[in-house]
T-cell receptor, first 113, second 111 residues
Framework: DAMVIQNPRYQVTQFGKPVTLSCSQT?????MYWYQQKSSQAPKLLFH???????NEADTPDNFQSRRPNTSFCFLDIRSPGLGDAAMYLC????????????FGAGTRLSVL | GENVEQHPSTLSVQEGDSAVIKCTYS??????FPWYKQELGKRPQLIID?????GEKKDQRIAVTLNKTAKHFSLHITETQPEDSAVYFCAAGGGADGLTFGKGTHLIIQP
């Protein structure tokens, strides 16, 4: 059973058209992460939420925003996607009580036309 | 911030032989070191992890060693099988912060 669910699996958007990616979890974990993974590269952390506290990585572009309305859901908003934002976006969760092990979703592959 | 270096980028071994992948990290505050296996188009799957208070951990054919003083850790796969072919990522982190990943190793098992 999927515990970290990302929707949609594939997303196509147009250059400059805002897009939102969704992540939900059934694990009740207090930490949720968004990673960007470009082809043949390692996942790169964009930001994470520790409960409602938002933590942005220093080099994450302002074009990327996130919302976490409740424990189960976290959204990644790309305000004005550029061609360079085409990538796989991975959501992950962890619980400090489980020693920081991160559980990844299947990812959303974003294409920008 | 943390910086993780991973070598080699590609590793080809004969089926049944052992494979070793090495990583170094820079932040002495990191205390959690997982290894992920990622098959093409799929999510990273945690295969083994180690914490800074442990020097070695083994799970069947997979083992990880950690040298905290030298800030390096290694993945060892013995008796490799075709299904071991994948990209393997090491990572380093601590607390609630996210992980910093190495650039990955493409492991190829030759029949």
């Amino acid at each position: 059973d999927a515990m970290v669910i990302q929707n949609p699996r594939y997303q196509v958007t147009q250059f400059g058209k805002p897009v939102t990616l969704s992540c939900s979890q059934t694990l009740n974990h207090n930490v949720m992460y968004w990673y960007q993974q470009k082809s043949s590269q390692a996942p790169k952390l964009l930001f994470h939420y520790y409960d409602k506290d938002f933590n942005n990585e220093a080099d994450t572009p302002d074009n990327f925003q996130s919302r976490r309305p409740n424990t189960s859901f976290c959204f990644l908003d790309i305000r004005s996607p550029g061609l360079g934002d085409a990538a796989m976006y991975l959501c992950a969760t962890s619980s400090l009580g489980q020693k920081n092990i991160q559980y990844f979703g299947a990812g959303t592959r974003l294409s920008v036309l | 911030g943390e910086n993780v270096e991973q070598h080699p980028s590609t590793l080809s071994v004969q089926e049944g032989d052992s494979a070793v992948i090495k990583c170094t990290y820079s932040d002495s505050a990191s205390n959690y070191f997982p290894w992920y296996k990622q098959e093409l188009g799929k999510r990273p799957q945690l295969i083994i992890d180690i914490r800074s208070n442990v020097g070695e951990k083994k799970d069947q054919r997979i083992a990880v060693t950690l040298n905290k003083t030298a800030k390096h850790f290694s993945l060892h796969i013995t008796e490799t099988q075709p299904e071991d072919s994948a990209v393997y990522f090491c990572a380093a982190g601590g607390g609630a912060d996210g992980l910093t990943f190495g650039k990955g190793t493409h492991l190829i098992i030759q029949p």
